[in-house]
T-cell receptor, first 110, second 114 residues
Framework: GEDVEQSLFLSVREGDSSVINCTYT??????LYWYKQEPGAGLQLLTY?????DMKQDQRLTVLLNKKDKHLSLRIADTQTGDSAIYFC??????????FGAGTQVVVTP | GAGVSQSPSNKVTEKGKDVELRCDPI?????LYWYRQRLGQGLEFLIY????????KSGLPSDRFSAERTGESVSTLTIQRTQQEDSAVYLC????????????FGSGTQLSVL
């Protein structure tokens, strides 16, 4: 099975908040990442959090990390249609090699 | 260019043929990664280059897959005797150093094996 798990699909109304959840297994991960992939485009780094942090906020994005439960979440405030994409959670090992989840497809409806 | 560049963007090939995919990392980035993304699946690590060190090839799925990198520049991923299950998007990424630096991804090469 995968070391990083995410739900596959999320539907959200425009203007609402989106929360995407991720669980990982490597307790030695030092960085955890959120990437965004829009149709036909490569991956874009959205944000990342160091493992000794509980929370990181960057404009509309809030990352929460529960290291005890190995749970990571990404909250997008005031979700817009441009936020429709696939969101990948990833953990980095000590070499910087990333392990990705399968991605969460976020669909924003008017 | 300013970003990671991959070519070709699309490649259609017949089963059994060899293909070569190219990646131009961001200038000065010492670390380079190849990933594969099959339809509906997450990213799968293939190979990692760091400077002049021996590459980490632990993700290569079979001996039909190989990759080279000259110094800290261009990398090529070669797939010999392609099979239909090789159809995927192949993504290249680079980072300034090796450990826990954010990765910059190219747009990928869509490989279709008929």
């Amino acid at each position: 099975g995968e070391d990083v798990e995410q739900s596959l699909f999320l539907s959200v109304r425009e203007g609402d908040s989106s929360v995407i959840n991720c669980t990982y297994t490597d307790s030695s991960s030092t960085y955890l990442y959120w990437y965004k992939q829009e149709p036909g485009a490569g991956l874009q780094l959205l944000t990342y959090i160091f493992s000794n942090m509980d929370m990181k906020q960057d404009q509309r994005l809030t990352v929460l990390l529960n290291k005890k439960d190995k749970h990571l979440s990404l909250r997008i405030a005031d979700t817009q249609t441009g936020d429709s994409a696939i969101y990948f959670c990833a953990e980095a090992d000590s070499w910087g090699k990333l392990q990705f989840g399968a991605g969460t497809q976020v669909v924003v409806t008017p | 260019g300013a970003g990671v560049s991959q070519s070709p963007s699309n490649k259609v090939t017949e089963k059994g043929k060899d293909v070569e995919l190219r990646c131009d990392p961001i200038s000065g980035h010492t670390a380079l990664y190849w990933y594969r993304q099959r339809l509906g699946q997450g990213l799968e690590f293939l190979i990692y280059f760091q400077g002049n060190s021996a590459p980490d090839k632990s993700g290569l799925p079979s001996d039909r897959f190989s990759a080279e990198r000259t110094g800290e520049s261009v990398s090529t991923l070669t797939i010999q005797r392609t099979q239909q299950e090789d159809s995927a998007v192949y993504l290249c990424a680079s980072s300034p150093h090796s450990t826990n630096e954010k990765l910059f991804f190219g747009s990928g090469t869509q490989l279709s094996v008929l």
